[in-house]
């Protein structure tokens, strides 16, 4: 017998904590409200209450495509190296924080978000990491940036506004 999964009580207390990687169908361009075809791994990064009084859940892209490149990379891209990335449990990878989905928890786009003991968690970033892709979140975010963000996701129109700040963050480990 399989143990329940933690309910999602309200966006405050998410059942995943900030920094977890997660596996999750992160919805493609052409079809940006539906889950992506295939599991692929994202940073979570907190949580949103929806206008229907629900919670989504707010990831950002990430992608194993790494180079040693000298030149410096756009504002909204972090590129983790092997030996940090080892450090929890993943491989090199960038992430590309403007592009954001905002989706639900449900088995469509997280589809181990039911399968103990992890639900769906390959790692946890450390907080450097955090803060490095929370910063490019935010440049992101700003008028004028490289490129606009892209968030994902059913219903989406705009960007919600992602509560991360670092004194709320108890995620940390």
Do not use: W
């Not at 399989?2 to 992160?26: E, H, T, W």
């Not at 892209?61 to 940090?84: G, H, K």
């Amino acid at each position: 017998m399989q143990a329940d999964p933690p309910k999602v009580r309200d966006a405050a207390s998410p059942l995943y904590k900030a920094g977890d990687m997660v596996i999750c169908n992160f919805p493609y361009s052409a079809a940006p409200s539906k889950p992506g075809p295939e599991p692929h791994t994202v940073i979570y990064l907190g949580a949103t209450k929806l206008p229907s009084g629900g919670v989504a859940a707010i990831v950002t892209y990430t992608t194993t495509q790494y180079s040693n490149r000298a030149e410096a990379l756009p504002p909204d891209e972090v590129q983790v190296d092997p030996d940090v990335a080892r450090s929890f449990g993943q491989k090199p990878f960038t992430a590309h924080a403007h592009k954001l989905a905002v989706i639900p928890f449900d088995r469509s786009f997280f589809r181990r978000i039911e399968d103990p003991p992890a639900y769906g968690r390959t790692g946890h970033a450390p907080r450097p990491v955090m803060d490095r892709v929370i910063t490019a979140v935010d440049r992101a975010r700003k008028p004028g940036a490289t490129r606009p963000v892209e968030v994902y996701g059913p219903g989406t129109r705009l960007a919600p506004k992602v509560n991360h700040s670092r004194r709320e963050h108890g995620a940390y480990r």
